[in-house]
């Protein structure tokens, strides 16, 4: 199967500094990517919809000016958590569709933060 | 409102028998439904695809069928082994292309 590659896998961080999580598709296009959080014992959550070449779609309460999602090739799609605070301290995963239309969904292995 | 509902937060079995999880869901019209499998601190993996005009779906050990009419899908997994310990996840696919909306998860325990 097709392989999305995330990094990194965890990242400790001081609060009210930025971090800055990849999500590469390694060996196919990705027209739209989406980013997802997941705490313990919870689902997973959208987050927002990563568009190739154009602003991302957020969910009802996720804050744009807090989680920049910046998409500038078919193949990566970065998420930047903005001035972290502990309360942001989760478990983010990316993942894509391939654009011909297979309708599995590919995941990264997921990026663990902790802000401290 | 829109839900999608794993029945149990935890299923234990022994090696040898068949696990069942059950998702249920409502106020959706799903075009697919997929399972996934989610090892800790991983993200997940995918399973098995069924479409709503497909009522029953195997691959290997693994079958799962889906009901419309009843809003719910079943996931078998047969002669479970202790590595089929994870959590497992529905997803329901409203129109291909989209994000996946994902239940909470049943994690399953395979005792030898």
């Known amino acids: 199967g097709a392989v999305v590659s995330q990094h990194p896998s965890w990242v400790i961080c001081k609060s009210g500094t930025s971090v800055k999580i990849e999500c590469r598709s390694l060996?196919?296009?990705?027209?739209?990517m989406f980013w997802y959080r997941q705490f313990p014992k919870q689902s997973l959550m959208l987050m927002a919809t990563?568009?190739?070449?154009?602003?991302?779609?957020?969910e009802q309460g996720v804050e744009k000016d807090k989680f920049l999602i910046n998409h500038a090739s078919l193949t990566l799609s970065t998420l930047t958590v903005t001035s972290a605070h502990p309360e942001d301290s989760s478990f983010y995963i990316c993942?894509?569709?391939?654009?011909?239309?297979?309708?599995?969904?590919?995941f990264g292995q997921g990026t663990r933060l902790t802000v401290v | 409102s829109q839900k999608i509902e794993q029945n149990s937060e935890a299923l234990n079995i022994q090696e040898g028998k068949t696990a069942t999880l059950t998702c249920n869901y409502t106020?959706?019209?799903?075009?697919?439904l997929q399972w996934y499998r989610q090892d800790p601190g991983r993200g997940p993996v995918f399973l098995l695809l069924?479409?709503?005009?497909?009522k029953e779906k195997r691959k290997e050990r693994l079958k799962v069928t889906f009901d419309t009419t009843l809003k719910q899908s079943l996931f078998h997994i047969t002669a479970s082994q202790p590595a089929d310990s994870a959590t497992y996840l529905c997803?329901?696919?409203?129109?291909?292309?989209?994000?996946?909306?994902f239940g909470k998860g049943t994690t399953l325990s395979v005792s030898s």
């Open positions: 997803a329901l696919d409203e129109q291909a292309g989209t994000a996946l909306i």
């Open positions: 106020n959706y019209s799903p075009a697919y």
């Open positions: 069924i479409r709503e005009n497909e």
């Open positions: 990563s568009n190739e070449g154009s602003k991302a779609t957020y």
């Open positions: 060996d196919f296009q990705a027209t739209t």
């Open positions: 993942s894509a569709r391939d654009v011909q239309g297979s309708t599995e969904a590919f």
